[in-house]
Structures are given as structure tokens and as C-alpha cells.
């Protein structure tokens, strides 16, 4: 089992930043692949960013490109979401999931978080 732990939204207005952290615990070492994901209301929870444990390819929605940036410590089981220019229709729940490789499917992770809100004013 691998427990994840989100923490970092809040409210931000729009233009700003906020750095989400998701750490990891348990069998992490089952799970090579790390992503984040996220959740609007009365939408289908759509992938964000993935990042595998051992090397550095990240793997972003074509939404976020250029303005979100995966990152993780490995020391400390720990994955970081960095958002810069955030825009209302970022507003969502944002999940982190751990999983055994690279992919934008939802169903095709392990592990999940419990979520954390972002929202962004206008």
C-alpha cells in the first residue's frame, strides 16, 4: 500500500502561484510513476502532470504547459506541483496518484490522495 498526503491549495487570484506537495509513504517503491490530477465541479477528473521516481521526464496536459512544473524529492517521497499564472478555469480539487507507469488515464493508477482545493479568483 502507498499512502499519499496533499497540502499547498488555497485561494489565489488569478496571475498568481501556489506550490501543491503530495507526500508519499508506504510500498512507494511499487509505484515508479508519480502524477497529479484534478477535479472541477460537475467535470471528469483530467490528468495534469506525471514524473517517474528514477529519471527526470516530465509529462504535462497541454493546459498547463509552460506554466506548471512537476518536481520531486526523492529523499523525502515527495512530489511538488509548482503553478505560475494561474487562471480561473484552474480552479479545481487537485489529486496526486501514484502508479507503475506514464499514462493520462485516471483508472490506471494505484494510489490517490485524499485532494486539496485551488481556487483562483478573477
Known amino acids: 500500500q502507498v499512502q499519499l498526503a496533499e497540502s499547498g491549495g488555497g485561494l489565489v487570484q488569478a496571475g498568481g502561484s501556489l506550490r501543491l506537495s503530495c507526500a508519499a509513504s508506504?510500498?512507494?517503491?511499487?509505484?515508479?510513476?508519480m502524477g497529479w490530477f484534478r477535479q472541477a465541479p460537475g467535470k471528469e477528473r483530467e490528468f495534469v502532470a506525471a514524473s517517474i521516481w528514477s529519471a527526470g521526464t516530465p509529462f504535462y496536459a497541454d493546459s498547463v504547459k509552460g506554466r506548471f512544473t512537476i518536481s520531486r524529492d526523492n529523499a523525502k517521497s515527495t512530489v511538488y506541483l509548482q503553478m505560475n499564472s494561474l487562471k480561473p478555469e484552474d480552479t479545481a480539487v487537485y489529486y496526486c496518484?501514484?502508479?507503475?507507469?506514464?499514462?493520462?488515464?485516471?483508472?490506471?493508477?494505484?494510489?490517490w490522495g485524499q485532494g486539496t482545493q485551488v481556487t483562483v479568483s478573477s
Open positions: 496518484a501514484a502508479g507503475r507507469w506514464v499514462t493520462t488515464e485516471v483508472k490506471q493508477y494505484d494510489y
Open positions: 508506504g510500498r512507494t517503491l511499487s509505484s515508479n510513476v
